[in-house]
């Protein structure tokens, strides 16, 4: 049973920093790309970061690109979420997911966690 624990999130000011942890387990972490979503009090959930297999790929949302990076341990099976440079607009509880591909889009995952709330005041 593939399961992703979520930790990190918390409350921060803007411009400060929060890293992101997503512990894996139940299949081999190494054979499947990771993502990070979020998603904020009345909107759908969004695309943030998603990282290769080997971490040799990765790709951003705009919103993000240049703040926040996306890294992996295959031997720790965890992939992470570096944020730097915090917004109030990034407020929103961040998922991580596991899928197939280097995925931009929510069906292109299998499994998700339970997520972990990141609160940005300004």
């Known amino acids: 049973q593939v399961q992703l624990v979520e930790s990190g999130g918390g409350l921060v000011q803007a411009g400060g920093s929060l890293r992101l942890s997503c512990a894996a387990s139940?299949?081999?972490?190494?054979?499947?790309?990771m993502g990070w979503f979020r998603q904020a009090p009345g909107k759908e959930r969004e695309f943030v970061a998603a990282?290769?297999?080997?971490?040799?790929?990765?790709s951003y949302a705009d919103s993000v690109k240049g703040r926040f990076t996306i890294s992996r341990d295959n031997a720790e099976n965890t992939v992470y979420l570096q944020m730097n440079s915090l917004k109030p607009e990034d407020t929103a509880v961040y998922y991580c997911?596991?899928?197939?591909?280097?995925?931009?889009?929510?069906?292109?995952?299998?499994?998700w966690g339970q997520g972990t709330q990141v609160t940005v005041s300004s």
């Open positions: 990282i290769s297999r080997s971490g040799s790929g990765t």
């Open positions: 139940g299949r081999t972490f190494s054979s499947y790309s």
């Open positions: 997911a596991q899928g197939t591909i280097l995925g931009l889009r929510r069906y292109e995952y299998d499994y």
